[in-house]
Nanobody, 119 residues
Framework: VQLQASGGGLVQAGGSLKLSCAAS????????MGWFRQAPGKERDFVAV?????NYADSVKGRFAISRDNAKNTVYLQMNSLKPEDTAVYYC????????????????WGQGTLVTVSS
């Protein structure tokens, strides 16, 4: 599976941005798709995942929404009420199997897309 993320950019605090991740391959629907982010000088952190259900990091619950379009092999991350602390490189990821538990360990990673939130 190859993943291509897009949609990052510069946005003011309180604004919105929608990320997209296009996946190659014919088994997209069999994968749990997720988003991670890595802020400067910090570790890569889980953001959201979608499979048989969705799961979110506490820091983004109520502000971010993950969705997928299996016909387009694409997963999205709608980000609302953005804060400066959301500034990071966002990575999409995929794992075979759509079951979702409290832990999500991807098999595949895409390149990142930079999101910068100004105060």
């Amino acid at each position: 599976v190859q993943l291509q993320a897009s949609g990052g950019g510069l946005v003011q605090a309180g604004g919105s941005l929608k990320l997209s991740c296009a996946a190659s391959g014919r088994t997209f629907s069999n994968h749990a798709m997720g988003w991670f982010r890595q802020a400067p000088g910090k570790e890569r952190d889980f953001v959201a995942v979608i499979g048989d259900r969705t799961n979110y990091a506490d820091s983004v619950k109520g502000r971010f929404a993950i969705s997928r379009d299996n016909a387009k092999n694409t997963v999205y991350l709608q980000m609302n009420s953005l804060k400066p602390e959301d500034t990071a490189v966002y990575y999409c990821a995929a794992r075979l199997g759509t079951y979702i538990t409290s832990s999500y360990y991807p098999d595949y990673w895409g390149q990142g897309t930079l999101v910068t939130v100004s105060s």
